[in-house]
């Protein structure tokens, strides 16, 4: 079975700290994505992932950071962590070639609360 | 932002046919079509996707109008089950972005 781990279903911070969300993938995929996901607002992407090191931004990327040092880990920082980032985080993985391969595989969830 | 309008909510009947439709009026030619779904506190999952030509799955029908501009998921029997917020998405292939707007809510009742 594919998966896609990510490495906490909850996770309460304080203002202003620094804030890792690991996202492990288990099936070579080259793309990575990271979203959150608020009541009413859908999946909104923050930043994706096409290979390692390669990064771009999503829509809102303000406040967050990314790093792709391993093909099959994704992480998202928030460098100084505010309330409103208090959120559900979504990561996905896929292939790139989208014709044999081609759904995106979703994890569970982070909730993060941060007071 | 999104590339696809659906409406925000709909209702079914159990055991009867769920249509949901979607509008990508500015598809270009090599984006395919995508639906997931999410059902609650769970991460969306893949359903179908397509081109041009209508697809069907174990699942779902997808039917894409000929002029690529909008499309219709088709759950032929919807169960109680099917109850989530389905997604509508227009993607490229390789190092491509996903960008999810706000979904269609289904609601199946009995």
């Known amino acids: 079975d594919v998966k896609v781990t990510q490495s906490s279903r909850y996770l309460v911070k304080r203002t202003g700290e620094k804030v890792f969300l690991e996202c492990v993938q288990d099936?070579?995929?080259?793309?990575m994505f990271w979203y959150r996901q608020d009541p009413g607002l859908g999946l909104r992407l923050i930043y994706f992932?096409?290979?390692?090191?390669?990064?771009e931004k999503g829509d809102i990327p303000e406040g967050y950071s990314v790093s792709r040092e391993k093909k099959e880990r994704f992480s998202l920082i928030l460098e100084s962590a505010s309330t409103n980032q208090t959120s559900m985080y979504l990561c996905?993985?896929?292939?790139?070639?989208?014709?044999?391969?081609?759904?995106?595989?979703f994890g569970q969830g982070t909730r993060l609360t941060v007071v | 932002d999104a590339k696809t309008t659906q409406p925000p909510s709909m209702d079914c009947a159990e055991g009867r046919a769920a249509n949901l439709p979607c509008n990508h009026s500015?598809?270009?030619?090599?984006?395919?079509v995508y639906w997931y779904r999410q059902i609650h506190s769970q991460g969306p999952q893949y359903i179908i996707h397509?081109?041009?030509n209508n697809e069907t799955n174990e699942m779902a029908s997808l039917i894409i109008t000929e002029d690529r501009k909008s499309s219709t998921l088709i759950l032929p029997h919807a169960t109680l089950r099917d109850t989530a917020v389905y997604y509508c998405?227009?993607?490229?292939?390789?190092?491509?972005?996903?960008?999810f707007g706000a979904g269609t809510r289904l609601t199946v009742k009995p």
């Open positions: 996905a993985s896929s292939f790139s070639d989208l014709v044999t391969n081609t759904e995106a595989f």
């Open positions: 099936m070579d995929h080259e793309n």
């Open positions: 992932s096409y290979d390692v090191k390669m990064k």
């Open positions: 500015t598809i270009s030619g090599n984006e395919y």
């Open positions: 397509g081109l041009k």
């Open positions: 998405i227009v993607r490229v292939g390789w190092g491509s972005d996903m960008r």
